[in-house]
């Protein structure tokens, strides 16, 4: 219960961050803006509309995932807040889960409504079915979680800047990881191809998430590929999480 009342409650505060809300309507002006470039693309009108709605939900769900994740435990540093929390019967991995489940149901909210936002604009311009789209936003929304669990870890290890700046340097070499193995070919060393292998199976591979332009241009993927995309997800949040914690539990606040 906890839990739950702090989830709550951080929802409700980054829903009133003025951040959220930027975020949020400059998302909506660049997908409406997709139509008007659609337009200049005879016969790739709904493709390009597609396309740059589902990049939109991915950017700005990945910035507010950063931006609010990062302070999640920073504000609460600054306001103390913090200090009258812990002083009460709230064990330190309940505030830190409790925080981070908080900032997922925020971004499902902000994902569940630009995804309307660009079902209601595809519909309005073409009158044609978007329910293929749902399977690359549900592993849009993955994603997301994903790096919001990422961007956690880092605030509790170090400053909010610098925890920005791990976060959005781990999202990019995530989404490089694949190229790892073909390196690894090229490398004689047998360190070299050890310590490789390591940042292969250690960081997150991104790209994994990315169906994007498989459901743009109507090629099916299978069920059984989200669902292991979905496992996967759940089992590297599971593991940043319990790292957060052990970082979290370790940290003195004066």
């Known amino acids: 219960m906890k ?5 709550l409650n951080t929802l409700k505060e980054a829903t009133r961050d003025k951040v959220f809300y930027n975020l949020l309507i400059f998302a909506a002006l660049v997908i409406a803006a997709s139509v008007l ?11 390009i509309i597609k396309d740059i709605g589902l990049a939109s939900i991915l950017l700005f769900g990945l910035l507010t995932a950063i931006l609010v994740g990062i302070g999640l435990v920073s504000k609460e540093v600054e306001r103390r807040t913090l200090y009258t929390i ?10 830190l889960l409790g925080k981070y489940l908080g900032l997922c149901l925020t971004l499902l909210v902000n994902v569940v409504l630009m995804t309307a936002f660009l079902f209601l604009i595809v519909w309005w311009q073409h009158g044609s079915s978007t329910l293929s789209l749902l399977k690359a936003i549900l592993l849009i929304y993955c994603e997301l979680i994903l790096v919001t669990a990422v961007a956690l ?7 909010p800047s610098l925890s920005v700046v791990f976060t959005l340097g781990f999202y990019i070499i995530g989404y490089f990881t694949s190229n790892l193995k073909e390196m690894e070919s090229g490398v004689q060393s047998q360190f070299s191809r050890s310590f490789i292998d390591l940042c292969y199976y250690l960081l997150p591979n991104f790209n994994n998430f990315n169906i994007r332009a498989e459901i743009v241009h109507g090629i099916d993927v299978s069920n059984t590929y989200i669902l292991g995309v979905m496992l996967y997800c759940v089992l590297y949040i599971a593991i940043v999480l319990c790292l957060s914690v052990i970082s979290f539990q370790r940290k003195e606040f004066y």
């Open 37 to 47: 470039i659609g337009d200049l693309s005879i016969g790739l009108n709904e493709k």
């Open 3 to 7: 839990i739950k009342a702090i989830a």
């Open 86 to 95: 812990l002083t009460k019967p709230v064990n330190r991995y309940k505030f």
């Open 153 to 159: 870890l880092f605030s509790t290890l170090s400053s």
